[in-house]
């Protein structure tokens, strides 16, 4: 099973370093379930590690709202890791040619003060709240790096990261506790445009419920669980926009600030 899951991790490392539109692994190579997806996420991530990619520092999270689901057709969150050579701060800037097919997304993200290891009482949004120190406006950078990602199964989509492409993360708010991230509003603007927007309530009900999503995640498969000092995009509050060379986005949460991302 170990060779299967290194086999299938380099099999889509190659495709994803050469910017080469991933396809369907192998039959013998593709996992068949979630879990299978995160054990090659696990494999694949350490490789880009040696890479060059930087340090694992931070998680996504998809899907986590309607518009989302709605938007790939996928009814359930799913989750990638951040690497810190994709990682930006508060105006970031990328080249157009670094990606198969560039998006954004306009997000609130979290950072943890404490761990939140595996455990087997469930995490509720007031349990997981104490571990977080800060709260950020945020971009996700998102790569439809597939050749048809509906084709692929979300099992495949998960071992890839789910998409993620790195993050500009806004400057972070450490009194946060007096803000209802339920009623914060998100707006997306592209070249001046306002291209959507959306509010807190969207992500699950309220942002930390997906914390706590993604920390009994981490128990259900096995997953080593959240550090202190790891970052948690929690989720897009508009539906994905593409992005060419030439465009300048910006995102705002009310309450927390702004974040930007040109595109070279």
């Given at each position: 099973?170990k060779?299967?899951?290194?086999?299938?991790?380099?099999?889509?490392l190659?495709q994803?370093?050469?910017?080469?539109?991933?396809?369907?692994?192998?039959?013998?190579?593709a996992?068949?379930?979630?879990t299978?997806?995160?054990?090659?996420?696990?494999?694949?991530?350490?490789?880009?590690?040696?890479?060059?990619?930087?340090?694992?520092?931070?998680?996504?999270?998809?899907?986590?709202?309607p518009?989302?689901?709605?938007?790939?057709?996928?009814?359930?969150?799913?989750?990638?890791?951040?690497?810190?050579k994709?990682v930006?701060?508060?105006?970031?800037?990328?080249?157009?040619?670094?990606?198969v097919?560039?998006g954004?997304?306009?997000?609130?993200?979290?950072?943890?003060?404490?761990?939140?290891?595996?455990?087997?009482?469930?995490?509720t949004?007031?349990?997981v709240?104490?571990?977080?120190?800060e709260?950020?406006?945020?971009?996700e950078?998102?790569?439809?790096?597939?050749?048809?990602y509906?084709?692929l199964?979300?099992?495949?989509?998960?071992?890839?990261?789910?998409?993620?492409?790195?993050?500009?993360?806004?400057?972070?708010?450490?009194?946060?506790?007096?803000?209802?991230?339920?009623?914060?509003?998100g707006?997306?603007?592209?070249n001046?445009?306002e291209?959507?927007?959306?509010?807190?309530?969207?992500?699950?009900g309220?942002?930390?419920?997906?914390?706590?999503?993604l920390?009994?995640?981490?128990?259900?498969?096995?997953?080593?669980?959240?550090?202190?000092?790891?970052?948690?995009?929690?989720?897009?509050?508009v539906?994905?926009?593409?992005?060419?060379?030439?465009?300048?986005?910006?995102i705002?949460?009310s309450?927390?600030?702004?974040?930007?991302?040109?595109?070279?």
């Open positions: 099973m060779n299967t899951i290194h086999l299938a991790a380099t099999h889509l190659r994803r370093l050469s910017l080469t539109p991933i396809v369907a692994l192998p039959a013998d190579l996992p068949h379930s979630v299978d997806g995160y054990a090659i996420q696990s494999a694949i991530n350490t490789l880009l590690v040696d890479a060059g990619m930087g340090e694992m520092v931070g998680h996504k999270i998809g899907c986590t709202t518009v989302m689901q709605a938007f790939v057709n996928i009814n359930h969150p799913c989750a990638g890791r951040i690497f810190s994709t930006m701060h508060e105006h970031g800037k990328v080249p157009r040619h670094g990606f097919k560039i954004m997304e306009c997000e609130i993200a979290v950072r943890l003060s404490a761990d939140l290891p595996p455990q087997s009482t469930p995490y949004k007031e349990t709240a104490p571990a977080v120190a709260v950020m406006a945020a971009i950078l998102v790569d439809e790096r597939y050749e048809n509906r084709a199964g979300i099992p495949t989509l998960v071992a890839d990261d789910f998409f993620n492409a790195g993050c500009v993360l806004g400057r972070p708010v450490s009194d946060w506790h007096h803000l209802d991230l339920a009623a914060l509003t707006r997306a603007v592209i001046g445009i291209v959507g927007r959306g509010v807190g309530s969207m992500v699950l309220h942002p930390l419920n997906a914390l706590a999503w920390a009994n995640a981490q128990s259900e498969h096995g997953l080593p669980g959240l550090k202190a000092g790891e970052f948690v995009m929690l989720g897009s509050v539906e994905t926009k593409w992005l060419n060379a030439g465009d300048r986005v910006r705002e949460i309450g927390l600030g702004e974040a930007q991302l040109d595109i070279e």
